[in-house]
C-alpha cells in the first residue's frame, strides 16, 4: 500500500497543490504514518520482551544483599519491565483502532461514485469552512465554561475537578447526559444561571446553527450538482442511432486516413456532439 500510494503522489506531482487541498491525501498520510508507529512498537516488543532476569540477580549478586531482599528487588524490577510493556501495549491498541476508524471511512471514497452518496460527500466539502468556524466558537464556549466550573465548582463536583475531566462534561451537556442536582448541591446561587446560560449557548444557538449549516451545504451541494457536466452514458441515451454513426466515422476518418475534404463532410464539424468530445462516445460504444 506504501508503494501504491508514493506512485500516486508522484504520478500527481505536477498537480500537486490539487491532491495537498483533498481530504483523502491527508487520511491516506495519517493511516501510513500510524502504521510505521504501530511497526516500530512490534519491534521494539521484539527487542524487549523478554526480561532479563539472569542481568537482574548478577547485579544484584553484586550488590551483597540478602537472598530474600534480593529476590524482591528482582521481582519488582520485572514488575516494571511489564508495567513499561503493558503501556506500550495500550498505546499500540489505540493506534490501531485509529488505522480501523481511517480504514472504514476510506470506503465513503468508493460510495461516493453513486449519485446519491456523491450528493453527501459535496454537502460536507460546500460546508466544511462553516463547520470548522463554528466548531472553533464551540471550543472557545466550552474552554471558557470549563474554567467558570473549575473555579465554581472543583472542590465539590468530581467532573469540575480538572481542565480537562470538565471540557469532557461540558460536551456531555451539549447532548443532555449530566445531573444538574449536583451543580445545584454545590453552589445553589451560581448553577442556575451556570447551567442555563451553556445551555441556550449550545443548543438553542450553536446547534441550531449547526443545522442550518449542514441544510444550506446540502442544498448548496444540488444546485452545484444539477449544474454539473452530465456522464457520457446520459448522452449516449439522448442522442440517436444517426448521430452516433455519424460520430464513429469522424472519428474512425483520421486513423484510417479516410479523405473527407470534401464540402458536405467536415471532420471539425463531428469533432464534439452536445457538447461531449467524440473520442468519449466513441470509447463507451
Request: aromatic share 18%; charged share 15%.
Amino acid at each position: 500500500f506504501t508503494l501504491v500510494w508514493l506512485w500516486g503522489v508522484w504520478s500527481q506531482r505536477r498537480q500537486i497543490h490539487r491532491v495537498l487541498r483533498g481530504p483523502w491525501f491527508w487520511a491516506e498520510l495519517f493511516f501510513l504514518l500510524m502504521q510505521f508507529v504501530v511497526a516500530f512498537y512490534q519491534i521494539k516488543f521484539w527487542l524487549e520482551g523478554d526480561i532479563d532476569l539472569a542481568v537482574t540477580d548478577s547485579i544484584l549478586e553484586q550488590s551483597g544483599l540478602p537472598e530474600d531482599e534480593a529476590q524482591l528487588w528482582v521481582e519488582f524490577a520485572a514488575f516494571n519491565r511489564l508495567q513499561n510493556l503493558l503501556q506500550n501495549f495500550k498505546f499500540l491498541y489505540t493506534i490501531t483502532s485509529l488505522n480501523s476508524v481511517i480504514v472504514y471511512l476510506y470506503a465513503l471514497r468508493f460510495l461516493s461514485v453513486k449519485p446519491h452518496f456523491s450528493l453527501l460527500a459535496w454537502t460536507l466539502r460546500v460546508s466544511v469552512a462553516w463547520l470548522l468556524e463554528l466548531f472553533v466558537y464551540m471550543a472557545v464556549i466550552i474552554v471558557s465554561y470549563s474554567l467558570v466550573g473549575i473555579v465554581l465548582y472543583g472542590d465539590q463536583v468530581e467532573d469540575f475537578r480538572h481542565f480537562s475531566i470538565a471540557f469532557i462534561t461540558l460536551w456531555r451537556m451539549v447532548f443532555g447526559d449530566y445531573n444538574y442536582n449536583e451543580l445545584a448541591r454545590a453552589n445553589f446561587m451560581s448553577a442556575p444561571f451556570f447551567f442555563l446560560s451553556y445551555v441556550v449557548l449550545m443548543w438553542l444557538l450553536i446547534l441550531n446553527l449547526l443545522i442550518g449549516i449542514i441544510t444550506e451545504g446540502f442544498s448548496e451541494a444540488k444546485r452545484k450538482q444539477g449544474r454539473a457536466v452530465i456522464t457520457v452514458g446520459s448522452y449516449l441515451r439522448q442522442i440517436s442511432y444517426y448521430q452516433r454513426a455519424v460520430a464513429l466515422f469522424a472519428w474512425l476518418c483520421p486513423r484510417l486516413d479516410i479523405d473527407v475534404t470534401r464540402k458536405e463532410v467536415s471532420p471539425i464539424r463531428f469533432n464534439r456532439i452536445h457538447g461531449v468530445p467524440v473520442g468519449r462516445i466513441v470509447e463507451v460504444l
